[in-house]
């Protein structure tokens, strides 16, 4: 029987790692009930197969009965072993990576602070495992947004391996990369870089530069130079990543795909459309292959797709994606996640688009629901949703409803970012049009005049968005028959977009 118990386990481990989870499931399932038959409900074969089920169930987004079974697991395993186990400590990690993955945060961190405490009292023999311990639970945080104590987690890991072992271990090198993603996702790019840098040397020195970790390095420090406007340094950097990945482990791994996934939004940011579209068809293409058709990273790629298509007006194209995007979101994510609710809004782009606005504006609040619910009612985050649901009561003829929708828009980012942030220009530039539409010309004035004034602090990074602000002067100045007012906002505007046409001189 105990044989049995290994073979149905090991089956279930097998599908799971192919992707084919409802045979897993099955597999899983006869495990467990071997292992019951043969032993009890308190074994360890039991906790190990509850467990399993866990992340099967996981991974099949029946969070409910994931939840279930390693609660059970953990019960099992605590029975056994005691409450500060390492067999306890695993499965109160996975229940921690369930809540995570479900923005259960007030559930999660609880249950992080205990399976710490388990390893911290377990690994005084084995330093080098609590390391392990802080990084994972800082991948976690660092998943779900909480950069300030993802940060925290993994330098203490930092230091844990720089202590027990040295400042060029390899294990250094994936804990020097998480910071170096929260570097740059809090703006320290010069932080970020360092890191990286670092990073590299030490896999060159214990690794070689042919090595998948190293191309993992080379993607993230493009990463850095495509937000610092480095894009000639970044596209070589992600190219060489490509081609170790392929050379290293195969041309339609998941590794593969993410940097060419990276490289092909380069490509998009650089204009070159023809590049980016075959490259990102490659992307779903191995991913499809490699992750299932569930999984997050698709269903990532299929929404930038999409918005390219949106942006080319390939309507069609573009809902098709979004609705497997949204769908793959949905299972893998949950119904509560932000990247479901951006893909009902880029769903919601596509129904305006095509006319079908009081669609477009359910699955507008179907987003700001879920945002409101994951980020708070006063996020920046949420802004999306009422810009774009102001946007289409203003084509509906509802000016109250939209300047409602506009205001609070505005109120969120001053009171997140001040009265001199760019996104509050931009909200007092939709009220001004929308004041425009309802003949309210002293209001739209006020309006752009505000706008005018936080986008004059920084002339150069604002240049485009002024350029639309004062094209907009000239419009209202020209309704209210201020004629000199409206030739002079319209050339300052021209003179933005076409500066060399003005700087030639005039003709007769």
Request: charged fraction near 25%.
């Amino acid at each position: 029987m105990a044989d049995r118990w290994q073979d149905l386990n090991q089956q279930a481990i097998e599908c799971m790692q192919k992707g084919k989870i409802d045979e897993a499931i099955g597999y899983g399932l006869e495990a467990l009930e071997a292992a019951r038959s043969e032993y009890g409900d308190k074994h360890e074969s039991v906790a190990v197969s509850l467990n399993n089920m866990g992340e099967l169930h996981r991974l099949e987004g029946n969070y409910p009965e994931a939840e279930n079974v390693l609660l059970q697991s953990a019960d099992v395993s605590e029975a056994l072993h005691g409450k500060q186990s390492l067999e306890v400590g695993e499965t109160l990690m996975n229940l921690a990576e369930l809540y995570f993955s479900q923005q259960r945060f007030d559930d999660a961190e609880p249950l992080m602070e205990r399976v710490i405490a388990v390893y911290q009292e377990q690994s005084s023999e084995e330093p080098s495992l609590m390391a392990s311990v802080y990084n994972t639970c800082g991948s976690m945080y660092l998943g779900a947004g909480r950069m300030e104590p993802a940060r925290d987690l993994f330098e203490k890991a930092q230091t844990v391996v720089e202590e027990h072992k040295s400042d060029e271990a390899p294990e250094l090198g994936p804990i020097l990369k998480s910071l170096a993603v929260i570097d740059r996702q809090t703006g320290d790019l010069e932080g970020a870089e360092k890191k990286l840098r670092r990073a590299l040397v030490i896999y060159e020195n214990s690794i070689s530069p042919e090595h998948p970790e190293f191309a993992g390095i080379l993607t993230h420090l493009a990463e850095v130079y495509f937000a610092k406007g480095y894009l000639q340094a970044a596209e070589p950097l992600l190219k060489q990543g490509i081609d170790i990945y392929k050379n290293s482990l195969d041309e339609k791994s998941p590794e593969t795909g993410m940097a060419l996934d990276r490289l092909a939004t380069l490509y998009a940011a650089t204009g070159r459309i023809d590049q980016a579209e075959p490259m990102f068809q490659e992307v779903i293409d191995i991913f499809k292959s490699s992750l299932g058709s569930g999984h997050p990273a698709l269903a990532e790629t299929q929404n930038t797709l999409a918005e390219m298509y949106i942006d080319k007006g390939q309507f069609d194209d573009a809902f098709e994606l979004l609705e497997a995007s949204l769908q793959a979101r949905e299972k893998s994510l949950g119904s509560k996640h932000p990247a479901v609710a951006q893909s009902l809004n880029n769903l919601a782009i596509v129904q305006d688009r095509r006319g079908n606005r009081t669609l477009a504006l359910k699955q507008h609040k179907r987003a700001l629901e879920i945002r409101e619910e994951v980020f708070g009612p006063d996020h920046p985050a949420i802004t999306q949703s009422l810009d774009n649901m102001a946007a289409i009561y203003r084509v509906q003829g509802k000016p109250v409803e939209a300047e409602q929708l506009l205001k609070k828009s505005l109120e969120i980012w001053r009171k997140n970012h001040g009265d001199k942030h760019p996104a509050a220009a931009q909200s007092y530039h939709h009220l001004a049009t929308l004041y425009f539409d309802s003949e309210k010309y002293e209001e739209a004035e006020q309006a752009l005049l505000s706008a005018k004034k936080i986008l004059e602090t920084d002339k150069d990074a604002n240049q485009m968005h002024l350029a639309i602000v004062f094209e907009t002067f000239a419009a209202l100045y020209h309704k209210m028959d201020r004629t000199l007012e409206s030739k002079e906002y319209a050339a300052r505007g021209l003179k933005i977009r076409k500066p060399e046409q003005m700087a030639k001189p005039s003709v007769h």
